[in-house]
């Protein structure tokens, strides 16, 4: 497994949680790198996305001003820190390594980790 995904859990609403994304073979390098989250019956969708160096980072809509995206290039880390959760939030997290083309869209990506599960419930 080149990318695993840690972190989820069960939290009331309001909580926060941080994901950690690990890349054990260096796909990180030189690229950028975007979570995606898929709910029960739902499509998959992008979460948030990070460049190679931090300089910029992009979100939904739906998450703006409550998550935010990281990375620590030393260690092969990249971090989604989750803040305000909602049961909307509620979904199996993926890490995923940009290669071409928007942001936005899971074709964009390779190299995809295995999920974490974050349940947002009262």
């Known amino acids: 497994v080149q990318l695993q995904a840690s972190g989820g859990g069960l939290v009331q609403p309001g909580a926060s949680l941080k994901l950690s994304c690990a890349d054990s073979?260096?796909?990180?390098?030189?690229?950028?790198v975007g979570w995606f989250r898929q709910a029960p019956g739902k499509e998959r969708e992008f979460v948030a996305a990070?460049?190679?160096?931090?300089?910029?980072?992009n979100y939904a809509d739906s998450v703006k001003d409550r998550f935010t995206i990281s990375r620590d290039n030393a260690k092969n880390m990249v971090y989604l820190r989750m803040n305000e959760l909602r049961p909307e939030d509620t979904a199996v997290y993926y890490c995923?390594?940009?290669?071409?083309?928007?942001?936005?869209?899971?074709?964009?990506?390779?190299?995809w980790g295995q999920g974490t599960q974050v349940t947002v419930s009262s």
């Open positions: 990070i460049t190679w160096r931090g300089g910029s980072t």
């Open positions: 073979k260096r796909t990180f390098s030189n690229n950028a």
């Open positions: 995923a390594v940009h290669r071409r083309g928007n942001y936005y869209y899971g074709r964009s990506y390779s190299y």
